[in-house]
């Protein structure tokens, strides 16, 4: 009778799984190319239009949110692997060979937490903090308003850009343990983070001040920008909420993962 394996072991397999399948790597990619590439289309189109640009507007001017603008887009890529990263094991059937490997279910589930949070974590700080570095060097090469890592605000800004994309893949991953189907999944992410928004932007403005501040897209917006923006938390309040979130939607999906057959 084989042994059941220990956490470790299910961790290491789930990060075999998650390497060699080619679905990870063109995940990865999309995600690099949008935070970066679209930051670099923005700052050189910021650029090229500054001398049009008012007074008032330079003032308003925010060179570290707009360097990481194709942050809002990426949410998008990494959140669809967070929910791939269980859901395609339904779509396959291969989950009941899964099970079968590793009957402890919530290990399971951890393992994969453990390395979506590990490995989005890494790669979405060294993606931002690319698109913040390019960004930057466009905007000195214009002799436009700049920021710097040096300066502590900045710094955060940066580093909480890429808390906000490893909360998002895990966001994802718990939706997709809840609903085991990618197509619904992926519908309920881009609800939750599109569409809500837009349905909440046509609420009474004294609903919008009220409900817009609890938006995990608004709460995002507070934790990559420098400066507090209107409606909404401060950054170390909008982490903390959107922390909570992920552990609720982790913790309902891995609970009815432990009750429901494959």
């Known amino acids: 009778m084989s042994a059941t394996p220990t956490f470790i072991d299910t961790a290491r397999s789930e990060w075999l799984k998650f390497r060699t399948v080619r679905a990870s790597l063109i995940g990865v990619l999309t995600f690099a190319l949008l935070t970066i590439g679209i930051a670099l289309l923005v700052s050189l189109a ?8 008012s ?8 060179p570290v949110t707009t360097s990481l603008f194709g942050s809002f887009f990426a949410q998008f890529a990494v ?17 009941r060979t899964t099970l079968a490997a590793v009957p402890r279910r919530v290990h399971l589930v951890m ?17 931002v903090f690319a698109a ?4 930057q060097a466009i905007y000195r090469s214009g002799a ?16 909480f850009a890429g808390v906000y994309l490893t909360l998002l893949t895990l966001i994802g991953f718990g939706i997709g343990l809840i609903l085991r189907t990618t197509s619904i999944t992926i519908s309920v992410y881009v609800t939750l ?6 349905i909440v932007n046509i609420l009474p403005s004294s ?3 009220h409900f817009t501040k609890y938006l995990p897209s608004k709460m995002g917006e507070s934790m990559l920008s420098p400066q507090l923006t209107q409606q909404s938390f401060s950054w170390g309040t909008s982490t903390v909420i959107l922390t909570i979130y992920t552990i609720v939607i982790v913790g309902v999906g891995t609970f009815l993962f432990t009750r429901r057959d494959a």
């Open 46 to 53: 910021i650029k090229s239009q500054w001398s049009q640009r």
């Open 55 to 62: 007074a008032l507007d330079r003032l308003a001017f925010d």
């Open 79 to 95: 959140g669809v692997m967070g929910a791939r990263f269980i859901t395609s094991e339904y779509a396959s059937g291969s989950i």
């Open 111 to 127: 393992s994969k937490v453990i390395v979506l949070l590990v490995t989005f974590f890494i790669l979405s700080e060294i993606v």
């Open 132 to 135: 913040f570095s390019i960004g």
């Open 144 to 159: 436009l308003p700049s920021a710097s890592l040096s300066n502590s605000t900045d710094l955060r800004a940066v580093i």
């Open 193 to 198: 983070l599109l569409i809500v928004p837009i």
């Open 207 to 209: 609903w919008q001040d």
